[in-house]
């Protein structure tokens, strides 16, 4: 049995982090404080006279003040600080009561820790400057000031500057409010169902490697292959030169892993850490996943460690066994995480293609962050950029006779060039709608571009996305295409990848004289078809066949639907299960039959030329008679017993109606060969077997043992027998 996870605990770093944030606080203000101290009996100059002259005096007078400023500036910065620290938990705490639905929001104030500290700090700052110098008596700069003097002096610049920043820094609060609702809204509509998807694979992973792990131990023997491709970074079976260097110290008796695991030690007790600990589970799931063959191998050691031997699947009671009964609940939503097409097991070659999809989408989800990233921040710095200048303008239109003199004539510039970059502006305002607010795709996804004037849309994958443009990847033909963000917002986007499962339909013309017999034996091979154990893991069950169409009552239009266990992203995969079902669907028509409209092809007709010979009557009636029978015989519900079946049937015909019969046997026998090799499918070892085989990934490269379990089942669930 596994042992349990241990618990974490951040009691210790919490505190580490607090005894760090309160030694700077302290340090800064008590080294602001002292000067006050010193200072504090200058703080008016009518006390008792000393030896000092005027100007030192006044000097200290100044010193105390400007001290004093900054220590109540510093004290207003820490408290603006600690209340945006506790705001998130402060609002956690209210909206469990007042509405709870709105607790999920409280992680947006902790990037709003910096704003509202800026904030705080930058009113009172203004504030304290005007009381304790501008506007103070007692300071003897002051003295001399007279209430109609038009002369500004330092400080009064200086308050002007003050009262400038802080309406800045209220427009940049404001600034990255708009910032975080569009990343809250960005990641809702983005990738939240990947990233939570990806990490639930991930800690699955985790466990069920170091559950393999405590099975069979690492380079014991039955995984040595798949153990020196999970620890190669590259994936490779032959180790890379950074590989030999590492052995090479090993038989010097240097383990790098064991020497790197030392500092991480050092840094951190928490077991579960991954920081530098790059034999840590953690850090060989998120390495192995970079590559696919890397991710294939530990499929396999992972798939038959757990499974029982002679088994070919993997079951949630397998990984239950292995955990143990107080995990139970825990190896059901493992299972539950890995089994997507919901088929009760899992398969070898299956288990194989979710752990290479899991690294593409951790690839994707990644890249896209990046490009997410570009994407904020240049529009950021935009909004920064804009907000600096007009605070620079104002400040030059206050202090800068110049600039106020030609003011009348900057404004007239301005708008000439608002008419000259408007449609830059506009083509910028459109993209940082498109991309924030509609955001119809993602980095990675697979999407139909619909021309205005077209009716056959362009599957594309999106590549790299910008605030002005989107690069896309052509599925046909695999060229990059680049289109203006302003474009495609007048396009209809159909998204293949958020679209979930996948539904498939066709229509097929027959002829209108089809018995409605026919129809329903077609929909019941059809049923079966898909319900059949081994089309179970590429379909689902439910089948849509009905008439749509009577078409001048010539033919029929017969419209057939079904669902694929998959997402339509996967092109190869999709192609192959849409050709599997297209090869039974062509079987299933021939073996009716089911005609064209019109029927079969009629003598005289190009490729059936007509001949004319005179026969007598009884001929004519006994080639009548043949004809019909052997054109019953080949329908599904032929009634009556074959010629070679019949009692009063000539040896010499019964002869020749058997070797007929072995012919038809064989040709049928080559044609359902032909099906299976067309449709990707591996011919059945055993007739009887009732799991099937998904088409998904191919795996013989891989799977170079038999792909069966390795694991002795125990007698009871408490304990696991190791093999």
Same mark, same amino acid.
């Given at each position: 049995?596994?042992?349990?996870?241990?618990?974490?605990?951040?009691?210790?770093?919490?505190?580490?982090?607090?005894?760090?944030?309160?030694?700077?606080?302290?340090?800064?203000?008590?080294?602001?404080?002292?000067?006050?101290?010193?200072?504090?009996?200058?703080?008016?100059?009518?006390?008792?006279?000393?030896?000092?002259?005027?100007?030192?005096?006044?000097?200290?007078?100044?010193?105390?003040?400007?001290?004093?400023?900054?220590?109540?500036?510093?004290?207003?910065?820490?408290?603006?600080?600690?209340?945006?620290?506790?705001?998130?938990?402060?609002?956690?705490?209210?909206?469990?009561?007042?509405?709870?639905?709105?607790?999920?929001?409280?992680?947006?104030?902790?990037?709003?820790?910096?704003?509202?500290?800026?904030?705080?700090?930058?009113?009172?700052?203004?504030?304290?400057?005007?009381?304790?110098?501008?506007?103070?008596?007692?300071?003897?700069?002051?003295?001399?000031?007279?209430?109609?003097?038009?002369?500004?002096?330092?400080?009064?610049?200086?308050?002007?500057?003050?009262?400038?920043?802080?309406?800045?820094?209220?427009?940049?609060?404001?600034?990255?409010?708009?910032?975080?609702?569009?990343?809250?809204?960005?990641?809702?509509?983005?990738?939240?169902?990947?990233?939570?998807?990806?990490?639930?694979?991930?800690?699955?992973?985790?466990?069920?490697?170091?559950?393999?792990?405590?099975?069979?131990?690492?380079?014991?023997?039955?995984?040595?292959?798949?153990?020196?491709?999970?620890?190669?970074?590259?994936?490779?079976?032959?180790?890379?030169?950074?590989?030999?260097?590492?052995?090479?110290?090993?038989?010097?008796?240097?383990?790098?892993?064991?020497?790197?695991?030392?500092?991480?030690?050092?840094?951190?007790?928490?077991?579960?850490?991954?920081?530098?600990?790059?034999?840590?589970?953690?850090?060989?799931?998120?390495?192995?996943?970079?590559?696919?063959?890397?991710?294939?191998?530990?499929?396999?050691?992972?798939?038959?460690?757990?499974?029982?031997?002679?088994?070919?699947?993997?079951? @949630?009671?397998? !990984?239950?066994?292995? +955990?143990?009964?107080? #995990?139970?609940?825990?190896?059901?939503? $493992? *299972?539950?995480?890995? &089994?997507?097409?919901?088929?009760?097991?899992?398969?070898?070659?299956?288990?194989?293609?979710?752990?290479?999809?899991?690294?593409?989408?951790?690839?994707?989800?990644?890249?896209?962050?990046?490009?997410?990233?570009?994407?904020?921040?240049?529009?950021?710095?935009?909004?920064?950029?804009?907000?600096?200048?007009?605070?620079?303008?104002?400040?030059?239109?206050?202090?800068?006779?110049?600039?106020?003199?030609?003011?009348?004539?900057?404004?007239?510039?301005?708008?000439?060039?608002?008419?000259?970059?408007?449609?830059?502006?506009?083509?910028?305002?459109?993209?940082?709608?498109?991309?924030?607010?509609?955001?119809?795709?993602?980095?990675?996804?697979?999407?139909?571009?619909?021309?205005? @004037?077209?009716? !056959?849309?362009?599957? +594309?994958?999106?590549? #790299?996305?910008?605030?002005?443009?989107? $690069? *896309?990847?052509?599925? &046909?033909?695999?060229?990059?295409?680049?289109?203006?963000?302003?474009?495609?917002?007048?396009?209809?986007?159909?998204?293949?990848?958020?679209?979930?499962?996948?539904?498939?339909?066709?229509?097929?013309?027959?002829?209108?004289?089809?018995?409605?017999?026919?129809?329903?034996?077609?929909?019941?091979?059809?049923?079966?078809?898909?319900?059949?154990?081994?089309?179970?893991?590429?379909?689902?069950?439910?089948?849509?066949?009905?008439?749509?169409?009577?078409?001048?009552?010539?033919?029929?239009?017969?419209?057939?639907?079904?669902?694929?266990?998959?997402?339509?992203?996967?092109?190869?995969?999709?192609?192959?299960?849409?050709?599997?079902?297209?090869?039974?669907?062509?079987?299933?028509?021939?073996?009716?039959?089911?005609?064209?409209?019109?029927?079969?092809?009629?003598?005289?007709?190009?490729?059936?030329?007509?001949?004319?010979?005179?026969?007598?009557?009884?001929?004519?009636?006994?080639?009548?008679?043949?004809?019909?029978?052997?054109?019953?015989?080949?329908?599904?519900?032929?009634?009556?017993?074959?010629?070679?079946?019949?009692?009063?049937?000539?040896?010499?015909?019964?002869?020749?109606?058997?070797?007929?019969?072995?012919?038809?046997?064989?040709?049928?026998?080559?044609?359902?060969?032909?099906?299976?090799?067309?449709?990707?499918?591996?011919?059945?070892?055993?007739?009887?077997?009732?799991?099937?085989?998904?088409?998904?990934?191919?795996?013989?490269?891989?799977?170079?043992?038999?792909?069966?379990?390795?694991?002795?089942?125990?007698?009871?669930?408490?304990?696991?027998?190791?093999?």
């Amino acid at each position: 049995m596994i042992p349990p996870p241990t618990a974490v605990s951040h009691r210790k770093r919490i505190g580490s982090w607090a005894l760090s944030y309160i030694t700077g606080v302290v340090l800064v203000g008590v080294a602001l404080l002292i000067p006050v101290i010193l200072f504090q009996k200058d703080s008016n100059l009518e006390g008792e006279e000393d030896d000092l002259t005027v100007e030192q005096r006044q000097y200290k007078n100044l010193v105390y003040y400007l001290f004093l400023w900054l220590f109540i500036s510093w004290l207003a910065l820490v408290f603006s600080d600690i209340f945006a620290l506790f705001l998130p938990y402060l609002f956690r705490f209210i909206a469990r009561y007042v509405n709870p639905a709105h607790r999920k929001y409280w992680r947006m104030f902790r990037n709003l820790r910096l704003p509202i500290a800026m904030v705080g700090g930058t009113v009172v700052c203004f504030v304290s400057f005007a009381v304790l110098i501008n506007e103070n008596d007692l300071l003897a700069v002051n003295s001399g000031k007279e209430e109609d003097d038009e002369e500004e002096g330092w400080d009064d610049v200086i308050v002007t500057i003050l009262g400038q920043v802080m309406f800045w820094v209220a427009f940049y609060l404001v600034e990255r409010i708009g910032i975080i609702y569009i990343c809250t809204h960005y990641h809702y509509r983005c990738d939240r169902h990947k990233i939570e998807h990806s990490k639930d694979m991930h800690n699955a992973l985790i466990t069920l490697y170091e559950a393999s792990l405590y099975l069979h131990r690492e380079n014991s023997g039955p995984f040595d292959t798949e153990d020196r491709i999970i620890r190669n970074a590259k994936g490779d079976e032959v180790a890379s030169g950074r590989v030999r260097a590492s052995t090479y110290l090993a038989r010097l008796g240097i383990d790098t892993y064991k020497m790197t695991t030392i500092f991480g030690n050092f840094m951190g007790e928490d077991p579960n850490s991954h920081w530098m600990r790059p034999a840590a589970s953690y850090a060989i799931i998120e390495r192995v996943l970079v590559n696919p063959t890397a991710a294939a191998a530990l499929a396999k050691r992972i798939w038959a460690s757990f499974v029982v031997s002679g088994s070919e699947c993997l079951t @949630a009671e397998d !990984i239950a066994e292995v +955990l143990g009964p107080y #995990r139970r609940e825990e190896a059901t939503q $493992i *299972f539950k995480v890995l &089994d997507e097409n919901e088929c009760g097991n899992i398969r070898l070659e299956e288990f194989v293609m979710t752990l290479v999809e899991a690294g593409k989408i951790r690839h994707d989800i990644y890249q896209n962050m990046d490009n997410f990233n570009h994407l904020i921040n240049t529009f950021d710095w935009v909004c920064l950029f804009i907000l600096a200048v007009v605070m620079i303008f104002f400040i030059l239109v206050l202090y800068v006779p110049t600039i106020k003199a030609i003011q009348q004539t900057l404004s007239f510039v301005a708008i000439g060039l608002s008419f000259a970059v408007g449609r830059t502006f506009n083509h910028l305002l459109v993209g940082v709608v498109f991309v924030f607010f509609d955001h119809p795709f993602d980095v990675g996804d697979r999407v139909e571009v619909w021309n205005q @004037a077209s009716s !056959i849309p362009t599957a +594309l994958i999106v590549k #790299r996305q910008s605030l002005l443009y989107t $690069i *896309f990847q052509r599925a &046909d033909n695999g060229t990059d295409v680049q289109i203006s963000n302003e474009r495609l917002a007048q396009k209809r986007i159909e998204n293949i990848t958020r679209s979930g499962i996948n539904r498939q339909a066709l229509s097929i013309f027959i002829d209108f004289k089809t018995q409605f017999e026919d129809i329903v034996y077609l929909r019941q091979e059809l049923e079966e078809f898909l319900s059949a154990p081994e089309n179970s893991r590429d379909y689902m069950p439910g089948l849509g066949l009905n008439i749509v169409s009577l078409h001048e009552l010539n033919k029929l239009e017969v419209r057939i639907s079904i669902a694929h266990k998959s997402n339509w992203s996967n092109d190869k995969l999709r192609a192959a299960r849409s050709n599997k079902f297209y090869c039974a669907l062509l079987a299933i028509l021939r073996k009716i039959p089911i005609n064209k409209p019109g029927g079969t092809t009629s003598i005289g007709e190009e490729g059936r030329p007509m001949f004319t010979v005179n026969i007598d009557d009884e001929s004519a009636q006994k080639k009548m008679k043949t004809a019909a029978a052997t054109k019953l015989a080949a329908r599904y519900d032929n009634p009556e017993p074959a010629e070679a079946d019949k009692e009063d049937v000539d040896p010499e015909e019964r002869k020749k109606a058997a070797e007929a019969k072995a012919k038809a046997d064989a040709a049928k026998e080559a044609e359902r060969v032909a099906r299976t090799k067309l449709a990707r499918m591996p011919p059945p070892m055993k007739p009887a077997r009732s799991d099937g085989v998904s088409t998904a990934l191919e795996v013989d490269h891989v799977v170079s043992m038999s792909t069966t379990g390795m694991r002795t089942k125990s007698n009871s669930t408490v304990e696991t027998t190791l093999a």
